[in-house]
């Protein structure tokens, strides 16, 4: 071996062709003729070969195989089936002459579905966020229309309590309001299969209302005092109604089992307020100092307290501070007057005792209580005095 020989390390040089570059080209432009011929291939694919119009992935044009292999809309290869055999021949594969039979096609789900136009496409996205755009401005102009419902019966209401307050009662109404009274029997009032617990009246109004039960419908049913057969019933509730109180002339306020207060409007017979509790409600009263709000006593010796203006939950949550804790219902409540000083009165089985309302805080005010039993006019007396 010769020096150059043992000092030369490498390959002996490689000879590159000229039309290296040509080859390369003629490469290239071969792959991107099976592209073409893949895209163009897809696009064979998305359409029936019998209608020349594209499948869709279920309907009656949904793409369904026979057993040769070949795939047609399904309601394209129903009909060649129907004239093959009004022709009185056999059915065959359109493609292939192979026998058909009616139970062959078989429905086929794709893994892709083909747009038959990217314009057609385009042009349902711009309409799908143009519907979406439609929808949200619907909704804005719902809501801001349900404020105004609000807002309008709220401002019902006070009007209502303010025209209320400021009757006069003339001195001849006086007098006979004055003069003893005699009570005598006129007329009852039943209907078949109703069962009735609770009721109030509106003597302003020459109305009454009472709690109603009938046919597992629960409501109340209204009736006007100078004929007790004029009556309507109005369903309110799912639960039986424990406790009912007129809280405007043409608004009653109720609670029942259903844990549930409800404020119904008399004039158009519908519920325009409802409050959802968390626990099944014993009684229910308005507030003669404030209209707007609205008390409810429930089962576990718990008053909630609801201001009508605002529609969604309680304001105040009040719990008696005894220990041990007493889980007794409330079954009367009603707001008086003492020393121009606004008292919550509330009663459950055991004992009575009270709010002072007339501040935000709502401090507790227990009651004393005395009893004194008179044997003579058998009369139990029970005296309440606040602290």
């Avoid at 992935?57 to 309601?75: M, P």
């Avoid at 711009?126 to 807002?151: M, S, V, Y």
Wanted: glycine residues 4%.
């Amino acid at each position: 071996m010769s020096d150059f020989e043992e000092e030369c390390d490498f390959q002996a040089p490689i000879n590159v062709p000229v039309d290296i570059y040509t080859r390369k080209r003629n490469r290239c432009q071969i792959e991107d003729d099976k592209y073409v011929e893949t895209e163009q291939d897809l696009t064979e694919v998305s359409t029936c070969s019998l209608c020349q119009t594209c499948w869709t992935n279920n309907g009656a044009h949904g793409i369904v195989g026979l057993k040769c292999g070949h795939v047609f809309g399904r309601s394209c290869i129903v009909q060649h089936m129907r004239d093959a055999t009004a022709q009185k021949t056999p059915a065959k594969c359109p493609t292939c002459d192979n026998p058909l039979t009616k139970a062959e096609p078989r429905r086929i789900w794709p893994n892709k579905v083909i747009p038959c136009d990217e314009a057609d496409l385009i042009e349902l996205k711009k309409q799908h966020a143009e519907a979406d755009l439609i929808i949200q401005g619907l909704k804005e102009a719902n809501e801001a229309i349900q404020q105004q419902i609000d807002k309008a019966i709220f401002d019902h209401l006070v009007l209502q309590a303010e025209d209320r307050s400021n009757r006069i009662i003339s001195p001849s109404q006086i007098m006979q309001m004055s003069q003893p009274s005699i009570f005598v029997h006129q007329r009852s009032f039943s209907k078949k299969n109703e069962k009735y617990r609770v009721m109030d009246v509106d003597p302003m109004g020459d109305r009454a209302v009472v709690s109603v039960w009938k046919e597992q419908k629960y409501g109340i049913r209204k009736m006007n005092l100078y004929d007790i057969t004029s009556t309507e019933f109005i369903p309110n509730h799912s639960g039986i109604i424990k406790d009912l109180k007129y809280n405007t002339e043409n608004m009653v306020l109720s609670t029942g089992l259903d844990k549930t207060l409800k404020l119904t409007s008399l004039q158009s017979n519908q519920v325009v307020l409802s409050y959802q509790l968390g626990a099944p409600g014993w009684s229910c009263a308005s507030s003669e100092a404030n209209p707007s709000i609205v008390y409810c006593g429930l089962t576990s010796n718990t008053v909630l307290v609801f201001d009508i203006r605002n529609t969604k939950e309680f304001v105040h949550k009040l719990i008696e501070p005894c220990v041990p804790k007493i889980f007794s219902p409330i079954h009367s409540i009603m707001e008086v007057m003492t020393e121009d000083v606004p008292l919550l009165l509330c009663s459950n089985l055991s004992h009575t005792y009270g709010w002072n309302t007339s501040t935000e805080e709502y401090e507790y005010v227990p009651l004393q209580q005395s009893v004194e039993y008179e044997n003579d006019v058998t009369d139990l007396i029970i005296l309440f005095q606040p602290i």
